[in-house]
């Protein structure tokens, strides 16, 4: 495979997805502000459920899994910023906690998709219009991509292993079991675009119930914060037709759409936290849409299916806009604002930065929590 480093810009023309970011409801983050808005360009027709509800409902995100070039730093990275506790480093991955609500697997041996050739600009994506500082536009170039996000574990309630395979299965999506002992049982499944799903029976009671006291192979790139990480802001999920995945979410793990913008949906999952789910409409006419397509119509002729995590914004404690911003000033991290269009930093009813990490990814650090959160 070809090992040229893309650019981001350049991985989302690969995916034919926008690359937009914003809080909960930042409309103007979306493709449908301004001019735009309420018309059939930007159609808010939902899409129908593509199977009967389960009746589930997400309480943990048990874990996210990414792959990255070198493991070894982002690891070091998240602990000494965010102050994720190490569980285990073995050379190869790292398992860290996300507070005492969440966690993740750090894998090495990523290796970028090859350059694709430049596209014309998408009229749909998000952060062109409504003047929206989508992604963390601005700050100067990006560092080459070198990390993908590439799964997500979510715990539901009620679990009864045998009935959960059984409703799977009912729903034509295959499920694969992934159990871990007698503690841990789960299965994974693909969502709309092939997106690699893990249902779990994970709740706050039964996972990372023992300290986390593991030690990272590589050394810290500068001096601990005193944050810590408390919710999952959003996730900017980009996906082939926003309106399916948000359906298909619904339906599966009783995720709650709480807005559709004409581009993009918000999303609560749960207590747990949140999602913007994006993409192109297929609602657009422009596109040769209508209402409740399927085939073609559903998503970008015959291009492939894909889905990718963005970025991902967490909420941390103590904030103070300032203090947050001299702290990633002083590590020498880049520290873009983020208000979601809706003024400056220090008045605004929604304050993040965004940052870089040494892999290239996307990262959003935010004032939200469950108390203040936007949906």
Not at 356 to 363: I, R, V
Request: net charge neutral.
């Amino acid at each position: 495979m070809d090992r040229l480093i893309i650019s981001r810009r350049q991985l989302f023309q690969f995916l034919g997805i926008a690359a937009a970011a914003g809080p909960m409801r930042a409309y103007a983050q979306g493709g449908c502000g301004g001019a735009r808005a309420g018309t059939p360009a930007c159609d808010q027709t939902p899409w129908k459920a593509p199977f009967a509800p389960t009746g589930w409902k997400t309480v943990l995100l048990d874990h996210f899994t990414m792959q990255v070039e070198d493991y070894g730093k982002e690891a070091a990275y998240y602990n000494a910023l965010m102050n994720w506790a190490v569980r285990s480093d073995d050379g190869k991955q790292a398992v860290l906690d996300i507070g005492d609500w969440g966690g993740v697997i750090i894998r090495g041996g990523f290796v970028p998709p090859p350059t694709p050739p430049p596209t014309a600009a998408d009229p749909e994506a998000g952060g062109g219009r409504g003047g929206g500082r989508g992604g963390g536009r601005g700050g100067g170039p990006r560092a080459p991509v070198k990390v993908v996000w590439d799964s997500f574990c979510w715990g539901i309630e009620p679990w009864d292993t045998k009935k959960v395979e059984e409703e799977l299965k009912t729903r034509g999506l295959n499920p694969v079991a992934d159990h871990r002992g007698k503690d841990f049982q789960s299965f994974h499944v693909k969502d709309p675009d092939g997106f690699d799903l893990q249902i779990s029976n994970g709740n706050r009671k039964n996972r990372r119930t023992t300290p986390a006291n593991g030690k990272l192979a590589a050394a810290a790139p500068f001096e601990h914060t005193n944050w810590k990480t408390v919710w999952l802001d959003h996730i900017s999920f980009q996906v082939t037709n926003y309106k399916e995945s948000t359906a298909f979410y619904e339906a599966l793990l009783g995720w709650k759409p709480r807005g559709d913008e004409g581009s993009q949906n918000t999303v609560e999952i749960g207590d747990v936290g949140g999602t913007i789910i994006r993409g192109p409409n297929p609602n657009n006419p422009e596109r040769g849409g209508r209402p409740g397509a399927t085939g073609p119509d559903a998503s970008r002729g015959s291009a492939p299916r894909r889905a990718v995590m963005g970025h991902i914004a967490f909420g941390v404690q103590p904030w103070d806009a300032d203090a947050i911003k001299a702290e990633l000033d002083k590590r020498g991290l880049s520290a873009r604002p983020d208000t979601g269009g809706r003024g400056d930093i220090h008045g605004a009813p929604y304050q993040s930065y965004h940052t870089t990490t040494p892999n290239g990814f996307d990262l959003q650090i935010s004032h939200a929590t469950l108390t203040n959160r936007e949906g």
